[in-house]
């Protein structure tokens, strides 16, 4: 089993640049989270979705858009980065909801914005 | 927004001893989530203690849980140079909430 798998795993866009990070679990899990982690912030929600064709905003959404076509993708998306959304992304999913379970955990997504 | 914070943000110790490192949060709960992270990863689900439990065991681990005073300690006994990592705590809500809400975490070196 693969897990949780992002990619890409790192990538450099210029400001204003368009991207999508796309995320991909094999373990037919309902719910799929997207985080950045920053220095000394942790790691803070920026979407999330508890089923396919479903999305929620996060703690941080502003400036990211998601879709959950499929069960086993959720697609994370800047439209116009800015040097502001340098972070390691990671994406997550859960079998229930975090009221009860634990999250899985993709490796991240190092991203640059200059 | 942190709901949880952990004390404290580093800790260093020789390989063999015990590390305890602390998380405290500000509203009520579902359940506390401990997950550790290696430089360059993902994180990695440890234990998962529910609001009305006050200590669970996992091999190495222990962890307890005080609603009353809003916090949880992570004990790691006999540390090993592997256990080198950041911890973090992630607050379950109660309520309908969904959101899993980490700290900022606690650095373990262990040094052999």
């Known amino acids: 089993n693969a897990g949780v798998t992002q990619t890409p795993k790192f990538r450099v866009l210029k400001t204003g640049q368009s991207m999508t990070l796309l995320c991909a679990q094999d373990m037919n899990h309902e719910y799929m989270y997207w985080y950045r982690q920053d220095p000394g912030m942790g790691l803070r929600l920026i979407h999330y979705?508890?089923?396919?064709?479903?999305?929620a905003k996060g703690e941080v959404p502003d400036g990211y858009n998601v879709s959950r076509l499929k069960k086993q993708n959720f697609l994370l998306g800047l439209e116009s980065a800015a040097p502001s959304q340098t972070s390691v992304y990671f994406c997550a999913s859960s079998y229930q909801g975090v009221q009860a379970g634990e999250l899985f955990f993709g490796e991240g997504s190092r991203l640059t914005v200059l | 927004s942190q709901q949880g914070e952990e004390d404290p943000q580093a800790l260093s110790i020789q390989e063999g001893e015990n590390a305890t490192m602390n998380c405290s949060y500000k509203t009520s709960i579902n359940n506390l989530q401990w997950y550790r992270q290696n430089s360059g990863r993902g994180l990695v689900h440890l234990i998962l203690i529910r609001s009305n439990e006050r200590e669970k065991h996992s091999g190495r681990l222990r962890v307890t849980l005080d609603t009353s005073k809003k916090s949880s300690s992570l004990l790691i006994t006999a540390s090993r140079a592997a256990d080198t990592a950041s911890y973090f705590c992630?607050?379950?809500?109660?309520?309908?909430?969904?959101?899993?809400?980490f700290g900022s975490g606690t650095q373990l070196t262990v040094l052999p």
């Open positions: 992630a607050t379950g809500p109660s309520g309908s909430a969904r959101q899993l809400t």
């Open positions: 979705s508890v089923g396919e064709g479903t999305t």
